[in-house]
């Protein structure tokens, strides 16, 4: 069995970045990683803009009567518009300030009369505009590449001037589960039968993270049965993920199976809780790298194992760094560890102040996985964390 930070150590050597590009849609592109860096196109603000309503003018003007040129709104041109001393012009918010125009005042502190406007207060606040470029300039780095997009990121996009980007291939994968006990949605269920509770989540997740997925269903433990299947899965993916059959049991047949296919081993089994029996290994075809992840049949073993590394294994085959996001955070009850050699993820939920540990009660307690916010991240030798400590939590 290997050690939590060993697994994470062999995990970055072995798995390679992904050097296949796309281009996608603006529409289409959160969730993506960026393959180039973006630009913005122009300034912005691209000129200089009221954000209110009111009057434009020169400065040197203020508190005196001032005859109006006219009206601006947004959207029109003020190429061919000039403001010369005495003169204003009328703006709406959003228009573009013309020629010789460095103030701008609310519309609720003038007077408007026979063509004319005067100021109603001493007190002017004349900068009721935006100056060009004073966000960014023209040519600055909006993302850099390795960006994962979020929605958030849209509007910003947008500023580029482009409707599609070049971005890093997503990774393909393949999704089986063995077990001849298990049922899926909607079944009904004889009294030695249970219901695949892991696979609903874990194809949501992977669909989530914008990644395609064939999902295969349930396939009886049969050897001949699961041969084919995986077989059939591996022809199309870059990852072919099951759960079930990867410990030493008389019908765990992934383990023979992987090494029949052609796999390499990285590990079998490493130092974590719950998730301990998960089987992780590669095999190299036509210049490329593809992945074979056997996550343990016990439901939250096997949730825990998507989020702790296959989360991982998508992020370096995307070319961006690990979005585990792990802060530390209060812990607001005291947490009793009862195995002390391995790393433990246990499922915990935020409130205000802090985060609460889940009552959980072992690897099958898949309802612990209702109220779920994050994990808890236990590090090894570790028994007993204090109300008010300071722990690691990873977000799911």
Same mark, same amino acid.
């Given at each position: 069995?290997?050690?939590?930070?060993?697994?994470?150590?062999?995990?970055?050597?072995?798995?390679?970045?992904?050097?296949?590009?796309?281009?996608? %849609?603006?529409?289409?592109?959160?969730?993506?990683?960026?393959?180039?860096?973006?630009?913005?196109?122009?300034?912005?603000?691209?000129?200089?803009?009221?954000?209110?309503?009111?009057?434009?003018? @020169?400065?040197?003007?203020?508190?005196?009567?001032?005859?109006?040129?006219?009206?601006?709104?947004?959207?029109?041109?003020?190429?061919?518009?000039?403001?010369?001393?005495?003169?204003?012009?009328?703006?709406?918010?959003?228009?573009?300030?013309?020629?010789?125009?460095?103030?701008?005042?609310?519309?609720? &502190?003038?007077?408007?009369?026979?063509?004319?406007?005067?100021?109603?207060?001493?007190?002017?606040?004349?900068?009721?505009?935006?100056?060009?470029? %004073?966000?960014?300039?023209?040519?600055?780095?909006?993302?850099?590449?390795?960006?994962?997009?979020?929605?958030?990121?849209?509007?910003?996009?947008?500023?580029?001037?482009?409707?599609?980007?070049?971005?890093?291939?997503?990774?393909?994968?393949?999704?089986?589960?063995?077990? &001849?006990?298990?049922?899926?949605?909607?079944?009904?269920?004889?009294?030695?039968?249970?219901? &695949?509770?892991?696979?609903?989540?874990?194809?949501?997740?992977?669909?989530?993270?914008?990644? !395609?997925?064939?999902?295969?269903?349930?396939?009886?433990?049969?050897? &001949?049965?699961?041969?084919?299947?995986?077989?059939?899965?591996?022809?199309?993916?870059?990852?072919?993920?099951?759960?079930?059959?990867? %410990?030493?049991?008389?019908?765990?047949?992934? !383990?023979?199976?992987?090494?029949?296919?052609?796999?390499?081993?990285?590990?079998?089994?490493?130092?974590?809780?719950?998730?301990?029996?998960?089987?992780?290994?590669? @095999?190299?075809?036509?210049?490329?790298?593809?992945?074979?992840?056997?996550?343990?049949?016990?439901?939250?073993?096997?949730?825990?194992?998507?989020?702790?590394?296959?989360?991982?294994?998508?992020?370096?085959?995307?070319?961006?760094?690990?979005?585990?996001?792990?802060?530390?955070?209060?812990?607001?009850?005291?947490?009793?560890?009862?195995?002390?050699?391995?790393?433990?993820?246990?499922?915990?939920?935020? %409130?205000?102040?802090?985060?609460? !540990?889940?009552?959980?009660?072992?690897?099958?307690?898949?309802?612990?996985?209702?109220?779920?916010?994050?994990?808890?991240?236990? !590090?090894?030798?570790?028994?007993?964390?204090?109300?008010?400590?300071?722990?690691?939590?990873?977000?799911?």
């Amino acid at each position: 069995m290997i050690s939590f930070a060993d697994a994470q150590n062999l995990l970055k050597k072995e798995v390679f970045p992904s050097g296949e590009m796309q281009f996608v %849609s603006l529409e289409e592109i959160v969730g993506h990683v960026l393959a180039e860096d973006v630009i913005i196109a122009r300034d912005e603000p691209p000129f200089a803009k009221a954000f209110m309503d009111g009057i434009c003018f @020169r400065q040197d003007d203020a508190y005196r009567t001032l005859k109006l040129k006219g009206r601006i709104l947004a959207g029109q041109s003020v190429a061919q518009l000039e403001i010369g001393p005495g003169e204003a012009y009328a703006i709406m918010t959003g228009a573009a300030l013309p020629a010789g125009a460095n103030a701008v005042v609310r519309k609720e &502190d003038l007077v408007f009369e026979d063509g004319f406007v005067s100021f109603s207060t001493q007190d002017l606040k004349l900068d009721c505009f935006y100056t060009q470029g %004073s966000d960014l300039e023209a040519g600055s780095l909006l993302f850099k590449k390795g960006h994962l997009v979020q929605e958030r990121d849209l509007p910003s996009l947008i500023l580029s001037g482009k409707d599609c980007f070049s971005v890093y291939c997503k990774m393909e994968f393949a999704f089986l589960t063995s077990g &001849d006990e298990l049922l899926g949605p909607g079944k009904s269920a004889q009294d030695f039968q249970v219901y &695949d509770t892991s696979s609903s989540y874990i194809v949501s997740k992977l669909r989530q993270w914008k990644s !395609p997925v064939r999902h295969m269903g349930i396939i009886a433990d049969r050897p &001949d049965l699961l041969e084919a299947a995986l077989r059939e899965a591996l022809l199309s993916c870059d990852c072919l993920i099951t759960t079930g059959g990867v %410990s030493v049991g008389d019908c765990d047949f992934i !383990p023979q199976l992987v090494d029949k296919l052609g796999f390499t081993v990285v590990f079998h089994k490493w130092a974590i809780r719950p998730g301990k029996p998960l089987l992780l290994a590669f @095999r190299d075809q036509e210049n490329k790298r593809q992945w074979f992840v056997g996550l343990p049949g016990n439901p939250v073993s096997s949730l825990v194992n998507l989020e702790v590394l296959i989360k991982e294994l998508v992020a370096i085959f995307e070319n961006r760094d690990s979005d585990r996001r792990k802060i530390k955070l209060p812990l607001l009850n005291d947490l009793l560890n009862n195995d002390l050699k391995r790393r433990a993820f246990l499922p915990a939920s935020l %409130s205000e102040g802090g985060v609460i !540990p889940i009552e959980f009660h072992g690897s099958n307690h898949i309802l612990s996985w209702r109220q779920i916010d994050a994990l808890i991240e236990v !590090p090894e030798g570790k028994e007993k964390l204090l109300k008010g400590e300071l722990v690691d939590v990873r977000f799911l």
